[in-house]
Structure formats: structure tokens, C-alpha cells
């Protein structure tokens, strides 16, 4: 059984850094893309990045451009998705999800897993 597992959230301050941290158990990584999502309250998920089973990065958004950045260990089976300069704007659910297929153009597009969440607070 397929599942994904974050972990890495809290409360920082302005212009900290944290690495979000996405497990799988069930599978192996490099058969999937991860996607990196976050939902912030009352507005709509956005949709970060997609990282591809051959490491190729699309991103989703200026919002987060020079400041986050995702990678992938095969060894640890772990997606991540470090986040500096972090900004009070950037407080929200944080969600990884996997893709059985090469990463999507439109974040909108189906993702076929998707773990539980964790939340990012920044905040002076």
C-alpha cells in the first residue's frame, strides 16, 4: 500500500529556512513524479513544483522562485522541499503527492497519491 508521509513543518519566523520531508512506504520513488502543493486558508491549493522520475523540475509558480527548492533521495525514498526566506505569505498546509506518470504542465492535473500534510507557520 502506497503511502506518503511529510513531516518538517512548525512555526519560524521570517526569513528562516525549513525542509519539508515526504516518505514513501509502499514503493519506490523513482517511479513517480512528486508534486509539492500548499493550501493557505480560504484560498485555493497552489500548485509549487513537480519533480520527475528523471529529476527534471517544473515549477508552478513565481511565488516561491529562488527561495524553495526540491530534490529527491532514492536512497531515502524522501522527496523534500527546502524553503528559505521564508515570509508570513508562505503560512500554509504544505502537501507532497506522487504521479504514476512524467510531471504535468498544469498543476491542476491528476495526482495519484497524496500525503496527509503539514503546516507551515511563519510569523514574527
Known amino acids: 500500500q502506497v503511502q506518503l508521509v511529510e513531516s518538517g513543518g512548525g512555526l519560524v519566523q521570517p526569513g528562516d529556512f525549513l525542509r519539508l520531508s515526504c516518505i514513501l512506504y509502499g514503493s519506490n520513488l523513482n517511479h513517480y513524479s512528486v508534486g509539492w502543493f500548499r493550501q493557505a486558508p480560504g484560498k485555493d491549493r497552489e500548485g509549487l513544483f513537480c519533480i520527475g522520475p528523471d529529476d527534471h523540475v517544473v515549477a508552478y509558480t513565481e511565488a516561491v522562485s529562488g527561495r524553495f527548492v526540491v530534490s529527491k533521495s532514492y536512497i531515502a525514498n524522501t522527496a523534500y522541499l527546502d524553503m528559505g526566506n521564508l515570509r508570513p505569505e508562505d503560512s500554509a498546509v504544505y502537501r507532497c503527492?506522487?504521479?504514476?506518470?512524467?510531471?504535468?504542465?498544469?498543476?491542476?492535473?491528476?495526482?495519484?497519491?497524496w500525503g496527509q500534510g503539514t503546516q507551515v507557520t511563519v510569523s514574527s
Open positions: 503527492a506522487l504521479r504514476q506518470a512524467s510531471c504535468p504542465v498544469k498543476p491542476e492535473s491528476a495526482f495519484d497519491y
